[in-house]
């Protein structure tokens, strides 16, 4: 599947199916669970909104403000179709059931020291990310003494931890704010 709205691909993950395959079928159930857990906490960081793991009302609430979807482009009405079918699906509403109960140990951690461990995380990953892209201009300057493919290859790492660490930063954001006691 291709040519997705951001907000489409994260209601295919919210239904357990993974936007760059055709069939989630053959996927694992702990990847079909990863999958459905990206799936919600893209929509939060989408729209600001947190309907659990509701498909429908996701689905009905982007709908509604128009401003996600695109009723003419060809995947919404693909969508509307597996949200239909979710309500059968008990595979899906079994790792449903796994992730919500997960989610009620997370609210009590983040109730006891939780969310200062949490936050001191994010400090630490703030200090990586900040220590990461030193080291990439470091290299981009020469000044560490590598070749030029060298430092191409490692420039290049370093980005992509970079974002990762960025990406895992919005993630604690998105779970403090679904999480707060």
């Not at 693909?78 to 008990?90: E, L, P, Q, Y």
């Not at 140990?105 to 030193?134: D, H, I, V």
């Amino acid at each position: 599947m291709s040519q997705l709205y951001p907000a489409q691909e994260a209601m295919l993950s919210l239904l357990g199916l993974d936007p760059n395959l055709d069939t989630s079928h053959d996927v694992p159930f702990e990847d079909r669970k990863s999958i459905i857990r990206r799936g919600r906490l893209s929509l939060v960081l989408i729209t600001t909104e947190d309907y659990g793991y509701d498909v429908a009302a996701w689905h009905n609430a982007i709908l509604s403000t128009g401003t996600h979807y695109d009723w003419e482009h060809f995947a919404t009405a693909m969508i509307d179709k597996h949200v239909k079918a979710s309500t059968s699906d008990m595979v899906r509403a079994a790792i449903v059931a796994e992730l919500e109960a997960e989610e009620q140990g997370f609210k009590r951690f983040l109730a006891g020291s939780g969310a200062e461990f949490l936050l001191q995380t994010m400090q630490k990953l703030r200090e990586q990310n900040r220590e990461a892209l030193l080291q990439a201009e470091r290299l981009a300057h020469g000044s560490l003494g590598f070749t030029n493919q060298e430092q191409k290859i490692m420039i290049n790492h370093l980005l992509i931890i970079q974002r990762d660490m960025t990406t895992l930063i919005g993630f604690f954001r998105a779970w403090l704010k679904l999480n707060q006691p």
